[in-house]
Structures are given as C-alpha cells and as structure tokens.
C-alpha cells in the first residue's frame, strides 16, 4: 500500500472513531475529513507522507494557510484535526509522537453574529407568518422562526426535529445536540401557538402524501432531500429572504443571528448566563461568556441612569 492510500485509509479510522467514541457529530466529522484531506494534499505537494511530518512541516503548512489570506477560524480549526489526527495515530501506535501537540495555533476570533433587536426581531417574526406561497409554506416558515428564537437551537437541531417532539401541544421540547446529548427547552406562548397551527397542516399533508403511496416522514420539517428533512443550507437561504422582505440587512443576518438574539435578549432581560448556557447547549461556559457584553452595556447603562454623580 502506498503513503497515500495508507492515510487515507488512517484517516477514515480516526473519523470513524471520532463518530463512534467521541460522539462528534456528523458535520463535525465532516469538517475533519475536508481538513486532514487538504492537509493530505499539501504534503505530497511537499514530497512529504503523514508519518514523517514533524513539527516544521506542521507550522510551514499553517503558514503556507496564512499566506493564502485563509481565515483565522478556519487555520486554527485545520490545526485542531491535524492535532487530533496525530493523537489518535500516537494512542494507536501508528507513531510514536504527536508533531502537532506543542504548535500554537491562531486564537479563534470571537466574533458575534448581526445584532438584532427585540424591534428587528419582532419585525423578522412578523414578515416570516405572511412569507411563503400558500398557508402551510407561511404557517411552517412561522414556525420555523419562532421556534429558533424562543428556544436558541442550532440551526441542525431545528430542521431535524422529530415530529413527536412536538406531539401533545408541549411546553417543552427534547432537543438532541452535539454528540447526541439532550436538552430541554421551553416552548414561548408564540411559539407554541406557531407549532400547532403548523402541526395541524403538516399533517393534513402528510396524509394526502401517504394515501398517494410515499413513506409518513418521521420530522417535523419534512423535506425532499436524501437526510428527510429541511436542510440547514436551504433555511440559512430561506432567513435571508425573509430579513430582506421585512427591510433588515440581509447580508449580515443568518440563522444564527436569531440564537444570537435569543441569548443576548435573555440576558438583557436578567437571565443567569448558567441558564443561558443550559439552553444553548454549550458544554464549556466560556462559550457561553461571549454574550456578557450585553450584561456590560446594561451596567454601563445602569450606573449613568441611576449613580449619584452621574
């Protein structure tokens, strides 16, 4: 077997085992295979093989990344697989050392999503109950966002819901996140007002389709795709649309954007970043702290309303 069909065949294991013993989630393993491939690629560039790169190789690799005007987040995450990939090579005796463990990548620039208002948000949950062709595309669009803005979920927690989440008009929702651990997130009147007038319909469909002999989808989103479901790629689409008929910046809103506003809105509003961590699902609360500069500007604007001298 040569170099190259012998990391590929490397790389596999390690994403297999980064699926099956870390519970990373699918697109997480995806971003490793598209990451150690182009790592890959670079190496035979440089008449070089996996097991024979050092630490120079690693560091002139994340250079020749810089140089190419790549962006910080995207070098410090192909550093991150690197490091991982000769990790697991080390605890499976494929090598005796990790080149890339000491290497000090970029910091991972942390930067916040649009800032929507609770009057910008208003108006984007406004514009998305009338947006669609007819009443299931307007009454699922709605669900769409006011579900995202009233429970924070990730954008691939949303789409992939199941149908029998939502069963029994809840007050809450099971959430299945990275690596498949669960949440419960509670359900705003809206928001549950938007399910149910959603559920109803799709449901309606979703018999029409089964007496015409297609398979009941297991989702409450169902799509025509290969996954079942709506996929993240045509919802981040479908947020844009929506921010550009309610008159708001398109270009800088995303479906991030609202789980963005659905934490900085909290916590204006006094919740306990430990909470706000709980619901979004982060499993580091430093993840979590780069929304505390919403709690910065409440108390700026506490102490010049209400200090003495001020």
């Given at each position: 077997?040569?170099?190259?069909?012998?990391?590929?065949?490397?790389?596999?294991?390690?994403?297999?085992?980064?699926?099956?013993?870390?519970?990373?989630?699918?697109?997480?393993?995806?971003?490793?295979?598209?990451?150690?491939?182009?790592?890959?690629?670079?190496?035979?560039?440089?008449?070089?093989?996996?097991?024979?790169?050092g630490?120079?190789?690693?560091?002139?690799?994340?250079?020749?990344?810089?140089?190419?005007?790549?962006?910080?987040?995207?070098?410090a995450?192909?550093?991150?697989?690197?490091?991982?990939?000769?990790?697991?090579?080390?605890?499976?005796?494929?090598r005796?050392?990790?080149?890339?463990?000491?290497?000090?990548?970029?910091?991972?620039?942390?930067?916040?999503?649009?800032?929507?208002?609770?009057?910008?948000?208003?108006?984007?949950?406004?514009?998305?109950?009338s947006?669609?062709?007819?009443?299931?595309?307007q009454?699922?669009?709605?669900?769409l966002?006011?579900?995202?803005?009233?429970?924070?979920?990730?954008?691939?927690?949303?789409v992939?819901?199941p149908?029998?989440?939502?069963?029994?008009?809840?007050?809450m929702?099971?959430?299945?996140g990275?690596?498949?651990?669960?949440?419960?997130?509670?359900?705003?009147?809206?928001?549950?007002?938007?399910?149910?007038?959603?559920?109803?319909?799709?449901?309606?469909?979703?018999?029409?389709?089964?007496?015409?002999?297609?398979?009941?989808?297991?989702?409450?989103?169902?799509?025509h795709?290969?996954?079942?479901?709506?996929?993240?790629?045509?919802?981040?689409?479908?947020v844009?649309?929506?921010?550009?008929?309610?008159?708001?910046?398109?270009?800088?809103?995303?479906?991030?954007?609202?789980?963005?506003?659905?934490?900085?809105?909290?916590?204006?509003?006094?919740?306990?970043?430990?909470?706000?961590?709980?619901?979004?699902?982060?499993?580091?609360?430093?993840?979590?702290?780069?929304?505390?500069?919403?709690?910065?500007?409440?108390?700026?604007?506490?102490?010049?309303?209400?200090?003495?001298?001020?």
């Amino acid at each position: 077997m040569d170099n190259t069909a012998n990391m590929t065949g490397l790389v596999e294991r390690f994403l297999e085992a980064a699926r099956a013993e870390l519970g990373a989630a699918d697109n997480t393993v995806l971003a490793y295979g598209r990451d150690l491939a182009d790592f890959g690629a670079w190496l035979r560039g440089h008449g070089l093989d996996w097991h024979e790169a050092g630490r120079e190789d690693i560091e002139n690799y994340l250079i020749s990344l810089q140089e190419a005007g790549m962006a910080q987040a995207t070098r410090a995450r192909r550093l991150s697989a690197v490091r991982q990939f000769y990790r697991f090579a080390l605890d499976e005796g494929w090598r005796d050392d990790n080149p890339a463990a000491m290497i000090h990548g970029p910091r991972r620039a942390r930067r916040l999503p649009a800032n929507l208002s609770e009057a910008d948000v208003e108006r984007l949950l406004k514009t998305a109950r009338s947006f669609g062709r007819d009443r299931a595309e307007q009454a699922r669009n709605a669900c769409l966002f006011e579900l995202l803005y009233a429970t924070g979920m990730r954008v691939s927690e949303l789409v992939s819901l199941p149908v029998a989440a939502a069963r029994g008009n809840p007050r809450m929702l099971l959430v299945r996140g990275n690596g498949g651990k669960e949440r419960m997130v509670p359900l705003s009147p809206p928001a549950r007002r938007a399910l149910k007038r959603w559920l109803k319909l799709r449901d309606d469909i979703e018999a029409a389709r089964t007496r015409r002999g297609a398979r009941p989808s297991a989702f409450l989103f169902p799509g025509h795709g290969r996954q079942g479901h709506l996929t993240r790629v045509w919802f981040h689409a479908l947020v844009k649309k929506v921010a550009r008929a309610a008159e708001l910046g398109a270009d800088d809103i995303s479906p991030h954007s609202l789980r963005h506003a659905f934490a900085t809105h909290m916590l204006a509003h006094g919740a306990d970043l430990r909470v706000i961590q709980t619901l979004l699902g982060h499993a580091d609360i430093a993840t979590t702290e780069i929304y505390t500069h919403v709690l910065d500007e409440r108390l700026r604007e506490l102490v010049l309303k209400r200090h003495p001298l001020a």
